[in-house]
């Protein structure tokens, strides 16, 4: 356990020194996403696979199906983020923010979860609680503080409003990760792959992120 911790904090710091830099570094953020998106789309396809394994034409029709949405989703993701950082600034720094929602949503879950734990949120993901749960949507409504000012005049919204869309990120985060985790239970896996030593695979990682871009950015244009 303790060993895994280690390279859970390792792994981590890594991760946060690329994020920051793919901030600063445009190239680099382009050469990151289009590889992030590419693995990402690897392993779900690798999930889908072991899902419909036996060979008839029904199964070789899902994984085409899933394979090609599954693409084009992740292509979209990437594609609107290098966009943004490119040409709109402001946009980006939207994106940013609903990317740490996604990442103080999965910290809130992790900490109060293991610190409370109490009754089982879902049968898809043993590991998750409802208390899990509350400290997800709580430590996303940190961020706000630090943002009002940017949202409240880029998107000329209340403060109500700015909370419960980020309460709405947060909620679609948490589904987009118990998506995977159906997912996962499916195909009988406990991670997507072993890539990131002490968190599993890119898809992990990026589980709520994926799902929380499109539909936060959705959720700011129509507020």
Same mark, same amino acid.
């Given at each position: 356990?303790?060993?895994?911790?280690?390279?859970?904090?390792?792994?981590?710091?890594?991760?946060?020194?690329?994020?920051?830099?793919?901030?600063?570094?445009?190239?680099?953020?382009?050469? @990151?996403?289009?590889?992030?998106?590419?693995?990402?789309?690897?392993?779900?396809?690798?999930?889908?696979?072991?899902?419909?394994?036996?060979?008839?034409?029904?199964?070789?029709?899902?994984?085409?199906?899933?394979?090609?949405? @599954?693409?084009?989703?992740?292509?979209?993701?990437?594609?609107?983020?290098?966009?943004?950082?490119?040409?709109?600034?402001?946009?980006?720094?939207?994106? %940013?923010?609903?990317?740490?929602?996604?990442?103080?949503?999965?910290?809130?879950?992790?900490?109060?979860?293991?610190?409370?734990?109490?009754?089982?949120?879902?049968? %898809?993901?043993?590991?998750?609680? %409802?208390?899990?749960?509350?400290?997800?949507?709580?430590?996303?409504?940190?961020?706000?503080?630090?943002?009002?000012?940017?949202?409240?005049?880029?998107?000329?919204?209340?403060?109500?409003?700015?909370?419960?869309?980020?309460? @709405?990120?947060?909620?679609?985060?948490?589904?987009?990760?118990?998506?995977?985790?159906?997912?996962?239970?499916?195909?009988?896996?406990?991670?997507?792959?072993?890539?990131?030593?002490?968190?599993?695979?890119?898809?992990?990682?990026?589980?709520?992120?994926?799902?929380?871009?499109?539909?936060?950015?959705?959720?700011?244009?129509?507020?």
């Amino acid at each position: 356990m303790i060993i895994e911790l280690k390279k859970r904090i390792i792994t981590s710091i890594l991760l946060l020194i690329l994020l920051i830099l793919m901030s600063f570094y445009a190239y680099l953020l382009i050469v @990151s996403l289009i590889i992030i998106g590419i693995i990402a789309w690897i392993e779900f396809y690798a999930l889908i696979s072991k899902i419909y394994k036996k060979r008839n034409y029904k199964n070789i029709a899902l994984r085409f199906i899933f394979k090609a949405i @599954s693409l084009l989703y992740l292509s979209y993701v990437v594609f609107i983020i290098i966009l943004s950082k490119l040409n709109l600034p402001d946009f980006y720094i939207l994106i %940013i923010y609903i990317i740490l929602i996604s990442v103080l949503t999965d910290i809130g879950g992790l900490i109060v979860g293991k610190t409370f734990k109490g009754k089982k949120l879902t049968k %898809i993901s043993p590991n998750k609680t %409802i208390s899990g749960s509350i400290g997800s949507f709580l430590f996303s409504l940190f961020l706000i503080p630090f943002f009002f000012n940017f949202l409240s005049s880029y998107a000329n919204i209340s403060l109500f409003d700015i909370v419960l869309i980020t309460l @709405s990120i947060s909620f679609i985060s948490q589904l987009g990760d118990l998506f995977i985790s159906f997912i996962k239970r499916k195909a009988n896996v406990k991670n997507t792959s072993d890539l990131l030593p002490g968190h599993g695979g890119i898809l992990d990682r990026i589980d709520g992120i994926i799902f929380s871009v499109p539909l936060g950015i959705l959720l700011f244009s129509l507020f």
